[in-house]
T-cell receptor
Framework: DAGITQSPRYKITETGRQVTLMCHQT?????MFWYRQDLGHGLRLIYY???????DKGEVPDGYVVSRSKTENFPLTLESATRSQTSVYFC??????????????FGPGTRLTVL | QKEVEQDPGPLSVPEGAIVSLNCTYS??????FMWYRQYSRKGPELLMY????GNKEDGRFTAQVDKSSKYISLFIRDSQPSDSATYLC??????????FGSGTRLLVRP
């Protein structure tokens, strides 16, 4: 199926463990993004990537690491998970749609709980 | 103060009502304004996209931007139970980085 997939969809882990969230897109869009969504904060940008091997920090990057060796994949790693990283994580890619809108297409999200 | 403010709701209306959703912002550099709809346990999807000031209509949805007041609105006419979702406003300057509001939860009662 075309689009953005995220895995796992649900994850429970413990404080201090390393966790990697996967994101895969089938379109070959250049830009990809990672957001976290928390009650009262909306979506906040963690990291983004303009192309393979080009990444940059967003609004809330601390405690996260990203890589992008291939255009279609953009994994997000929590190096040592903390309870404050309990959240819903969304991956997105950017494209110009048929109407000319510069839009972002979102994956279904990963619900992460850190105990 | 957040760059983008949005009332979290919830907003509960009867089927057929006109719904008005709003966001205010502080950054005068914002030029691109969007509304995303997010169903429960799903990712957001783009609903409306507007550049600069003015109105844009798409079916039952109308987006308005008033840059002088730093205020954007989304109107939904003849609201349906299937419109029940969280509506997120988003905006950006000339870059691709979006700043989102916290979302307004809408419930349309049959």
């Amino acid at each position: 199926d075309a689009g953005i997939t995220q895995s796992p969809r649900y994850k429970i882990t413990e404080t201090g463990r390393q966790v990697t969230l996967m994101c895969h897109q089938t379109w070959s869009h250049s830009y990809m993004f990672w957001y976290r969504q928390d009650l009262g904060h909306g979506l906040r940008l963690i990291y983004y990537s303009a192309a393979a091997d080009i990444t940059d920090k967003g609004e809330v990057p601390d405690g996260y690491v990203v890589s992008r060796s291939k255009t279609e994949n953009f994994p997000l790693t929590l190096e040592s998970a903390t309870r404050s990283q309990t959240s819903v994580y969304f991956c997105a890619s950017r494209a110009i749609d048929r109407g000319g809108a510069d839009t972002q297409y979102f994956g279904p999200g990963t619900r992460l709980t850190v105990l | 103060q957040k760059e983008v403010e949005q009332d979290p709701g919830p907003l509960s209306v009867p089927e057929g009502a006109i719904v008005s959703l709003n966001c205010t912002y502080s950054n005068s550099a914002f030029q691109y304004f969007m509304w995303y709809r997010q169903y429960s346990r799903k990712g957001p999807e783009l609903l409306m996209y507007t550049y600069s000031s003015g109105n844009k209509e798409d079916g039952r949805f109308t987006a308005q931007v008033d840059k002088s007041s730093k205020y954007i609105s989304l109107f939904i006419r003849d609201s349906q139970p299937s419109d029940s979702a969280t509506y997120l406003c988003a905006m950006s300057d000339s870059s691709y980085k979006l700043i989102f509001g916290s979302g307004t939860r809408l419930l349309v009662r049959p």
